[in-house]
Nanobody, 124 residues
């Protein structure tokens, strides 16, 4: 099972940008994504991407503001977050499907590997 480590979170003001990165322990040609969990709430899909970056999915609340991308040569996944607002405050998790699952997915149960999460806090 691939190990995932997120970085890039932090405290920013509303309107700012952040770029989250996720380093995978090995090359995976499986679909990946980002979830987030706000205090007291369930995990929510933010964005997802298929194995080669040719297909992406965005939750309605981030469309036009966030961009997911991957670099398979670096075993890396990214989430560029622009125009952040306080409602984006959450712990963000990098996720990956099992090896051999290249198709995009958006359910929690579709992903077998989860990172430890990185905190994003947006002040008003």
């Amino acid at each position: 099972q691939v190990q995932l480590v997120e970085s890039g979170g932090g405290l920013v003001q509303a309107g700012a940008s952040l770029r989250l990165s996720c380093a995978a322990s090995e090359r995976t040609f499986s679909a990946m994504g980002w979830f987030r969990q706000a205090p007291g709430k369930d995990y929510t899909i933010v964005a997802a991407i298929n194995w080669n970056g040719g297909e992406t999915f965005y939750a309605d609340f981030v469309k036009g503001r966030f961009t997911i991308s991957r670099d398979n040569s670096k075993n890396a996944l990214y989430l560029q977050m622009n125009s952040l607002n306080p409602e984006d405050t959450a712990v963000y998790y990098c996720v990956a499907r099992r090896v051999g699952a290249p198709d995009i997915a958006i359910l929690e149960t579709d992903f077998t590997s989860w990172g430890q999460g990185t905190q994003v806090t947006v002040s008003s």
